[in-house]
């Protein structure tokens, strides 16, 4: 099949690349963008190991068309941190050991952000209902919970 | 229909490693010209911190700064054999075989060391904080880092080590039937808290309190990292998860994470967690780690509770709400068990009062 033109905006960088129709954009990130954050837990939307951020909005990237990204903003684990300046989930999570395999961390990442991007004070069944879409297999997800609410806490200057 | 609180009890005796069949580990030290010490394995880490473990054995027993170490796991055609990352057996197989590497190492890195200040190996000591220097004379003293520098272009010869830790098979005595099948043993115990909706069969855990006795624990917020995390999974495992179907065939049975059912961010439960040390002789700076023992006893524990709650005895896993509520049907009804302790408040309550 005629691969087709796209272009967006990932992270802080504008991306052109050719794609099969129909394509699903984690893969196009993965193997047209060649960012590997967004990972390939289940491809079929159960497990939020894949959630990037369109236009700040969290979305299952392995269900999304990648035609659908034209002319948007893509956000990725891979654009969090500014130099070597870790953002502050990152952070809170390293330091709250909310990983351990680390597989579902990407997506959780992501979930997280978007949720704080758009309520900085959440409360602990906000955070709950945010990542109720990330499966995790390791932590029990008190540790990730833990780390999303301490780095709302950071971002507003408080302590948690 | 009613809401009864229920309160199970389990305690396991854990086995660090079978040593069944032989159950070798290996490790290779090297050092890089300027002194950072690279650590070769073939036992992967899956996240339960056998990388930063093996990066502290090491560090201890070489001597230098953890920051120094690095511990590669990448692949096992080409690191040194390792039977692998299973039965609970990661930090004491893999973590012996380390010291014994590293000591290797740290043998050479000393002679090496010896040769640059014109003194007997024998009378240098390491600072730990990437120094090696005459005992007691701190300021006579060379750099882990020059050290290794000297060694490989000037005198010609490597910093490194070799290691093997090996547990030889144990065969059953065909008199007495004893048998050596494990080297050393963890233990915990566990409490938890249950309650059971006698309406619809539902179980929901409500607190885990534990004691785990781990050897030491060689790095404190990884095994509590790996306690919560595994009981957790001790609870899926009881209430939720199976691959076998419920009915009436295979064919029912699930097959992706869409139908194959986990508890949740919304399910998490309180956990208080007591971690006891007991430095095991023959373990890595005495610790056995907690392994699969995190979530085993959960089970059990969870069972009981539901057995104290309700009197339905469950022994197929996992205990979903159709097999509590075969079991109450079976018995005509709840029977609380009762006697518990404090957290029953009576035993059972009218539904909405939770
Ligand atoms: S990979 Fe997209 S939800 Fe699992
Ligand atoms: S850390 Fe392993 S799946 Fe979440």
Redesign the interface.
């Known amino acids: 099949m005629a691969k087709v033109p796209l272009t967006f905006t990932l992270n802080d960088a504008e991306i052109g690349v050719f794609v099969v129709p129909g394509s699903n954009l984690l893969d196009v990130l993965r193997r047209g963008a060649g960012d590997l954050t967004p990972k390939e837990g289940c491809a079929q939307g159960a497990c939020g190991a894949c959630t990037v951020l369109i236009d700040g909005v969290p979305h299952l990237s392995c269900l999304t068309l990648a035609e659908m990204a034209e002319g948007r903003r893509i956000s990725t684990t891979g654009g969090l941190a500014v130099g070597p300046e870790l953002h502050p989930l990152q952070t809170a999570f390293m330091e709250g050991f909310a990983a351990q395999c680390g597989f579902c961390t990407a997506g959780m990442l992501m979930s997280a952000k978007a949720l704080l991007d758009q309520t900085p004070n959440p409360t602990r069944d906000q955070v709950i209902e945010a990542i109720s879409g990330n499966l995790c297999r390791c932590t029990g997800y008190e540790p990730i919970v833990d780390a999303i609410l301490t780095a709302a806490a950071k971002m507003q200057g408080r302590t948690a | 229909m009613a809401i009864h609180r229920g309160r199970g009890f389990a305690c396991i005796n854990y086995p660090i490693g079978m040593n069944l069949g032989g159950d070798p580990a290996q490790a290779l030290v090297h050092s890089t010209p300027d002194g950072k010490f690279m650590v070769a394995l073939s036992a992967i880490d ?4 056998m990388k930063s473990v093996t990066r502290q054995i090491a560090a201890e027993t070489l001597g230098v700064p953890v920051e120094d170490v690095y511990v590669d796991t990448a692949d096992s055609d080409t690191g040194p054999h390792d039977m692998g990352s299973f039965a609970s057996r990661g930090t004491h197989r893999v973590g012996n075989a380390v010291i014994r590497a590293s000591a290797e190492a740290r043998k050479q890195m000393m002679e090496a060391a010896a040769d640059e200040l014109e003194v007997n190996a024998a009378d240098l000591t390491t600072d730990g904080r990437g120094n090696i220097h005459v005992k007691g004379a701190p300021s006579r003293s060379i750099t882990v880092a020059d050290t290794a520098t000297a060694a490989q272009f000037k005198q010609g010869r490597t910093l490194s080590g070799r290691g093997i830790f090996l547990i030889p098979p144990s065969d059953a005595d065909p008199d007495t039937g004893e048998m050596t099948p494990v080297t050393c043993f963890a233990h915990a115990a566990l409490v938890i808290d249950v309650i059971v909706d006698d309406e619809t069969g539902e179980v929901e855990v409500t607190e885990i309190n534990s004691a785990y006795e781990v050897g030491r624990a060689l790095n404190p ?2 095994v ?3 306690l ?6 001790g609870v899926s495992h009881a209430l939720y998860e199976t691959t076998e179907p419920y009915y009436p065939d295979r064919s029912h049975g699930p097959e ?3 139908t194959y059912l ?1 508890p ?3 399910q ?2 309180p ?1 208080h967690i007591a971690v006891l040390e007991r430095p095991a002789e023959d373990a890595p700076f005495g610790g056995k780690g907690p392994g699969e023992m995190c979530a085993n006893p959960v089970l059990p524990a969870i069972a009981n509770a539901i057995y104290n709650a309700v009197g339905v005895r469950c022994d197929r896993l996992p205990i979903t709400p159709e097999k509590v509520l075969r079991g109450l049907q079976a018995n005509g009804g709840a029977r609380p068990q009762g006697g518990n302790n404090g957290a029953t408040q009576g035993g059972s309550m009218p539904q909405g009062q939770r």
């Open positions: 899956l996240g339960q911190g917020r990884l509590e990292q790996q919560i995390g595994g009981a957790w999974m992706d994470f869409n986990m949740g961010p919304g998490i439960v956990h």
